[in-house]
């Protein structure tokens, strides 16, 4: 079996270590092909390709893409992406720039609460590219004592109905599929489990993003237990959707699934990769 992680992070975004660290992580615990999704952003991808390309990694260019679907946040990966797009560049610049004006809002909401300099705070958690969000307030909060994780703080604060959550308006899901597909790539639903959503609005969802043109669910992923596996498994063949796998990777003690540590698909999957020429040495 391949050893394939398709989601995560770098410091370009909310992750714990640079590009070439990532990678070079991911080499000493034997994952054989890697994309890195950063939030809203591609800047790291030249960086670790060029490790990658080092350590025998065939590396995949990726981006997480944040959405807004009925009032709620999705978040759309895109895999095997020209980053050369300019309707892609030009989307993910918009996107990038409302993340500042939201950083702005949630310190707001906090101050009210007593939790103040919580910006300044964030930010010194923040990558070269300054490229701000939730998670960088969360180490602070952490750091301060609010919680005892990042995973305790999102919950008691970050959520939407807490006291630090601010809504915001992201890309069209029609936009974010747009822009992957145009530049080459797939569009993947990121960690569906994790959206909470009925099964008549689930379902409305894969629905529309099938009618956009979207390729893939995230099946394997750090916040789905096995019988969210199973589920979105099925969900995967029973709409001709080809099935991906990411740890969600953001850090060392921060993720369930380190690099290197994913299960793998169910069998009847049909993955995301089965195509790749990139691959076909290795498969």
Known sequence: MLN??????????DGLLTPTQLVERAAIRGVETLALTDHDDIAGLAEARQIAETKNITFINGVEISVSWRGRTLHIVGLDIDPQYTPLIEGLAAVRAGRTQRAENIAAE?????????LEGAYAYVGEQRLIGRTHFARFLVEQGYAKDVKSVFKKYLIKGKPGYTPHEWAALSDAIGWIHGSGGRAVIAHPGRYHLGKNVLNDLFDEFCALGGAAIEVVTSSHTPEQVKDFAKHAQDMGLMASCGSDFHGPGESYYDLGQLPELPLGCKPVWHDWKSLAAIE
């Open 4 to 13: 394939i992680d398709l989601h995560c992070h770098s410091t370009i975004s």
């Open 110 to 118: 906090l101050a009210k609460i007593g939790i103040h300099d919580s």
